[in-house]
């Protein structure tokens, strides 16, 4: 059965970094575009940062740009979250995700995705 775990989440203070991962087993995705999400409480599901099948192209939310950086690592069947310059407003249960779609517009939406991670809690102490 195919199955996304995240890790590397934790607690760190504002202008810190953490490397989140998202590893997969069960199948191969190294044909799947790759993505994640992050939800705050009392808040929706939204879009972080997105990884086409061959890590040609990337996509970011505007709240990611500049700080994060998505990778993946096909051969680990795994993808990365680098995330720079963290600040409070970045606490999250950040989750990760997956789908053969090769329609880039549609990334950037929760029901874009075929497989999904439980999610890791980043938090972030000002």
């Known amino acids: 059965q195919a199955q996304l775990v995240e890790s590397g989440g934790g607690l760190v203070q504002a202008g810190g970094s953490l490397r989140l991962s998202c590893a997969a087993s069960?199948?191969?995705?190294?044909?799947?575009?790759r993505v994640w999400f992050r939800q705050a409480p009392g808040k929706e599901r939204r879009f972080v940062a997105a990884?086409?099948?061959?890590?040609?192209?990337?996509y970011y939310a505007d709240t990611a740009k500049g700080r994060f950086t998505i990778s993946r690592d096909n051969a680990k069947n795994t993808v990365y979250l680098q995330m720079n310059s963290l600040t409070p407003e970045d606490t999250a249960v950040y989750y990760c995700?997956?789908?053969?779609?090769?329609?880039?517009?549609?990334?950037?939406?929760?029901?874009?995705?075929?497989?999904w991670g439980q999610g890791t809690q980043v938090t972030v102490s000002s």
């Open positions: 069960g199948r191969t995705f190294s044909s799947y575009a």
């Open positions: 995700a997956a789908t053969r779609s090769l329609r880039s517009d549609i990334y950037y939406y929760v029901g874009a995705y075929d497989y």
């Open positions: 990884i086409f099948w061959s890590g040609a192209s990337t």
